[in-house]
T-cell receptor, first 111, second 112 residues
Framework: GENVEQHPSTLSVQEGDSAVIKCTYS??????FPWYKQELGKGPQLIID?????GEKKDQRIAVTLNKTAKHFSLHITETQPEDSAVYFC??????????FGQGTILTVHP | EPEVTQTPSHQVTQMGQEVILRCVPI?????FYWYRQILGQKVEFLVS????????KSEIFDDQFSVERPDGSNFTLKIRSTKLEDSAMYFC??????????FGSGTQLSVL
């Protein structure tokens, strides 16, 4: 089955810096890659996703890149703000999805 | 993003007891999933449910677990005889066909 590895497990940045979280997947048949943000006491919220027919997708300060050959994808957050502090999860699946999740990254943005 | 309510938000139970977790879905969402997150571990797939039937299930989803949609609205996960290792955050996920998956609010289950 699919296996997703996510790095780093914790990430600390200063406000205004960029943050990058990376994930690798094992199943070359996976074609859907969402990212979720989980704030304390809440369920994960979908923030951006990408399908395998696209190499990059951007939504304001958030972007996701996908390298199908290397089987890895990354989340990029620019101009980080304290409210970006949360746990971020990547996932991979066939579509429609049974998602396999990464371990999560605790992002802390210091004012 | 559509919101899905899960009840209860917290459940504390004694080992060996039965628990029922509930998910109140969006009316036009047809795919439902249960996942769980043990503290410090990955979010894990349990079961998917479509058209009132289980479509896929993981190794975790053994005979102690069951899902149903008894009244056509609420979507439930039952654990018949809870074990300590069942302590986790349980999430209901939902989607329309061929669309994105959204998490419910979650139920924190603590088995003592």
């Amino acid at each position: 089955g699919e296996n997703v590895e996510q790095h780093p497990s914790t990430l600390s940045v200063q406000e205004g810096d960029s943050a990058v979280i990376k994930c690798t997947y094992s199943d070359s048949a996976s074609n859907y890659f969402p990212w979720y943000k989980q704030e304390l006491g809440k369920g994960p919220q979908l923030i951006i996703d990408i399908r395998s027919n696209v190499g990059e997708k951007k939504d304001q300060r958030i972007a996701v890149t996908l390298n199908k050959t290397a089987k890895h994808f990354s989340l990029h957050i620019t101009e980080t703000q304290p409210e970006d502090s949360a746990v971020y999860f990547c996932a991979a699946s066939h579509y429609p999805p049974i998602l396999t999740f990464g371990q999560g990254t605790i992002l802390t943005v210091h004012p | 993003e559509p919101e899905v309510t899960q009840t209860p938000s917290h459940q504390v139970t004694q080992m060996g007891q039965e628990v029922i977790l509930r998910c109140v879905p969006i009316s036009n969402h047809l795919y439902f999933y249960w996942y769980r997150q043990i503290l410090g571990q990955k979010v894990e797939f349990l079961v998917s449910f479509y058209n009132n039937e289980i479509s896929e299930k993981s190794e975790i989803f053994d005979d102690q677990f069951s899902v149903e949609r008894p009244d056509g609205s609420n979507f439930t996960l039952k654990i018949r005889s809870t074990k300590l290792e069942d302590s986790a955050m349980y999430f209901c996920l939902h989607s329309k066909p061929n669309e994105k998956l959204f998490f419910g609010s979650g139920t924190q289950l603590s088995v003592l």
